[in-house]
């Protein structure tokens, strides 16, 4: 059974930074991809960051590109996410998500296997 727990999320100010982190459960952690989506009001779920499972290769949406580092350490089943210069338009709620399955890094949601509950994150300007 695979259970992920974001954290980290909060409110900051425009050119602030904030680093989510995702606890992952269960034995699949270091064979999946994982990735980071999220999600405003009234907006449809989006693709934020992907990192393939050995951590060599990474995927950023071109709205957080230079901005976010998405990262993992496996040897604690853990995955980060470190957001600077933050803008108004990244507030949404963050999740997390464990893609078991595909070959290569997807941008997909609807590949990823597993998701967490999700955390907050609002950039005030």
């Known amino acids: 059974q695979v259970h992920l727990v974001e954290s980290g999320g909060g409110l900051v100010q425009a050119g602030g930074s904030l680093r989510l982190s995702c606890a992952a459960s269960g034995r699949t952690f270091k064979n999946a991809h994982m990735g980071w989506f999220r999600q405003a009001p009234g907006k449809e779920r989006e693709f934020v960051a992907a990192?393939?499972?050995?951590?060599?290769?990474?995927d950023y949406a071109d709205s957080v590109k230079g901005r976010f580092t998405i990262s993992r350490d496996n040897t604690k089943n853990m995955l980060y996410l470190q957001m600077k210069s933050l803008k108004p338009e990244d507030t949404a709620v963050y999740y997390c998500?464990?893609?078991?399955?595909?070959?290569?890094?997807?941008?997909?949601?609807?590949?990823?296997?597993?998701w967490g509950q999700g955390t907050q994150v609002t950039v005030s300007s």
């Open positions: 990192i393939s499972f050995s951590g060599d290769s990474a």
């Open positions: 998500a464990q893609d078991t399955s595909s070959f290569y890094v997807e941008r997909k949601p609807d590949l990823y296997n597993y």
